[in-house]
């Protein structure tokens, strides 16, 4: 079913394969009619990540690259509207030569193509993929998910025997005395094979262990051997899953059904996530979306800093409209995230201003970035009236350049995916990446207006990076850490390799914070 934790199942089988020295890569099937998901509204649907070439999609493939250490393309995203859309443009060309166009064949081919077409595509420059992992998102039943679904039954059934593994994931809910009910899960493989897939594996989704007897049982009625039914439990940390899933045997089990070597699995991954916590920071998080998973890709990066520094990282949400002054004051730095539209922005200028003045280490991101050149054009510049084009009128320091107002396409303006970024020497930035070009990834429609920027330098604040005439880095040199980026360098943020940025805030947190005792 829909957020039982699919996404992160799959991403782990994916570290399975890795720690056995395969190269893997994914996709991710979205059953929703959208073409990608830019336009969702991420409190409904959580956090849009962005990919390198600028494709907006769903959040489990900020999973599927964090854990592969992998960059994936547009290639590896598969919506029911992109398909559709597909197949509709070949017919108005002619391509099916006055066929009737159909769900079979004709969408359960293009879904094919697709898949194929993303299971050959380079991980790495001359590089391809031994395995491709195919996450069909949504609930077994929905009308939504049937034509992917009746495209898996072709493949597999198309495939050699060895060429395709089934894994379903299932919820196996406890009642008010503590049994596994696994009624659910009987019902569930009972609609999968109805429509023609037999699970090689069921993996269990439940708050704790499942016991042999409950394996027992569901084996007996779903025709799948004990051995592969697999317990997977709710962790603390995500990071921790493919270690339970190695407990249980599943990598094995996957190499003998795929008929592919028993390689010993590289134990760097598990070293690294059980790294043990010497110290401890609080963090603010200024957001004003009311839930977590606007921002997961944020609370993943300050996660992988929290494992370079062994630093356990708390979190704490304040909501911009309506936070005291003193919840500033008793954490260790302060954050602000990226977001759009005018509502909560006086509450994120004010804990701007709050860092800037007290010396709090603060990191600024995207919509951030831009604030923070408004909270010095106010406060230190003294325009009263300084603001964004986003958010109404004033003295525009964030503003459309020219070249974005021809554009008239919605979406049109945004800049999304990679850019190329110019970092002055001998600067915050630069010390914390170690470089003076990089290349990270965006999503904004916004810019510094350039007719400011001098004046901007001039009374003290620093643009450290910038492509072309767009500004993407600002610091104050005079700061413990202030810094800010156009940028979101969450979204390149590895458990292998945590964001320079992240880890320079989260760094800067752990050596400026107050003694207990004056909290």
């Known amino acids: 079913m829909s957020g039982i934790g699919k996404g992160i199942i799959t991403a782990s089988i994916g570290r399975l394969f890795k720690n056995r020295q395969y190269e893997v890569t994914a996709v991710k099937i979205d059953p929703y009619i959208n073409i990608d998901a830019g336009t969702m509204n991420p409190t409904q649907h959580g956090e849009v990540f962005v990919l390198s070439d600028g494709t907006e999609v769903d959040l489990d493939l900020g999973n599927y690259e964090r854990f592969l250490d992998i960059n994936l393309t547009s290639a590896h995203n598969i919506t029911t509207g992109k398909v559709y859309q597909a197949v509709i443009e070949k017919e108005r060309k002619g391509n099916f030569l006055g066929e009737t166009v159909q769900i079979i064949p004709h969408i359960t081919n293009q879904i094919k193509e697709y898949i194929k077409e993303a299971a050959k595509k380079e991980i790495e420059l001359g590089k391809t993929a031994d395995i491709c992992l195919i996450e069909i998102g949504g609930t077994v039943g929905d009308i939504e998910s049937m034509p992917f679904l009746e495209t898996i039954r072709q493949m597999h059934s198309?495939?050699?025997?060895?060429?395709?593994?089934?894994?379903?994931?299932?919820?196996?809910?406890?009642?008010?005395?503590?049994?596994?009910?696994?009624?659910?899960?009987?019902?569930?493989?009972?609609?999968?094979?109805?429509?023609?897939?037999?699970?090689?594996?069921?993996?269990?989704?439940?708050?704790?262990?499942?016991?042999?007897?409950?394996?027992?049982?569901?084996?007996?009625?779903?025709?799948?051997?004990?051995?592969?039914?697999?317990?997977?439990?709710?962790?603390?940390?995500?990071?921790?899953?493919?270690?339970?899933?190695?407990?249980?045997?599943?990598?094995?089990?996957?190499?003998?059904l795929l008929n592919i070597k028993k390689r010993k699995p590289n134990t760097k991954w598990y070293r690294l996530v059980n790294k043990e916590y010497t110290d401890h920071i609080t963090i603010a998080i200024m957001s004003k979306y009311g839930t977590e998973d606007v921002h997961i890709s944020i609370k993943e990066a300050l996660k992988h800093s929290a494992r370079a520094l062994s630093t356990k990282i708390t979190i704490k949400w304040l909501d911009?409209?309506?936070?005291?002054?003193?919840?500033?004051?008793?954490?260790?730095?302060?954050?602000?995230?990226?977001?759009?539209?005018?509502?909560?922005?006086?509450?994120?200028?004010?804990?701007?201003?709050?860092?800037?003045?007290?010396?709090k280490p603060f990191l600024g991101l995207c919509l951030?970035?831009?604030?923070?050149?408004?909270?010095f054009s106010r406060n230190v510049l003294n325009w009263n009236d300084a603001t964004s084009e986003e958010i109404g009128p004033g003295t525009h320091v964030i503003a459309l350049l020219?070249?974005?107002?021809?554009?008239t396409t919605f979406g049109g303006t945004m800049r999304l995916g990679n850019c190329t970024i110019s970092l002055k020497p001998e600067t915050l930035v630069n010390r914390l990446y170690e470089k003076t070009?990089?290349?990270?990834?965006?999503?904004?429609?916004?810019?510094?207006?350039?007719?400011?920027?001098?004046?901007?330098?001039?009374?003290?604040?620093?643009?450290?990076?910038?492509?072309?005439?767009?500004?993407?880095?600002?610091?104050?040199?005079?700061?413990?850490?202030?810094?800010?980026?156009?940028?979101?360098?969450?979204?390149t943020s590895r458990p292998t390799q945590p964001s320079p940025p992240f880890l320079g805030f989260a760094n800067a947190c752990k050596k400026h914070k107050p003694s207990h005792g004056n909290r």
């Open 437 to 491: 070009t990089i290349v990270e990834r965006h999503r904004h429609r916004y810019e510094v207006n350039p007719d400011y920027i001098n004046k901007l330098e001039q009374a003290g604040l620093t643009f450290s990076g910038s492509c072309g005439n767009r500004m993407e880095v600002c610091e104050l040199p005079n700061h413990p850490f202030f810094l800010a980026t156009q940028f979101h360098p969450e979204l």
């Open 368 to 375: 951030g970035f831009q604030l923070a050149v408004i909270e």
């Open 320 to 359: 911009v409209e309506n936070y005291d002054e003193n919840e500033l004051a008793k954490v260790d730095g302060i954050l602000i995230p990226g977001g759009f539209g005018r509502r909560g922005i006086e509450g994120k200028l004010h804990a701007i201003q709050h860092a800037r003045i007290h010396g």
């Open 402 to 407: 020219p070249e974005q107002e021809t554009v």
């Open 158 to 256: 198309e495939l050699s025997p060895n060429d395709m593994a089934i894994v379903h994931v299932t919820l196996v809910p406890t009642d008010n005395m503590g049994e596994h009910k696994t009624k659910p899960s009987q019902h569930s493989v009972k609609t999968v094979r109805e429509l023609g897939l037999q699970p090689d594996i069921i993996v269990c989704r439940s708050d704790w262990v499942i016991g042999t007897n409950t394996k027992k049982k569901i084996s007996s009625f779903c025709d799948v051997p004990q051995h592969a039914i697999i317990s997977a439990v709710t962790v603390s940390d995500i990071y921790h899953v493919p270690m339970e899933m190695e407990k249980e045997g599943l990598g094995n089990i996957l190499c003998n």
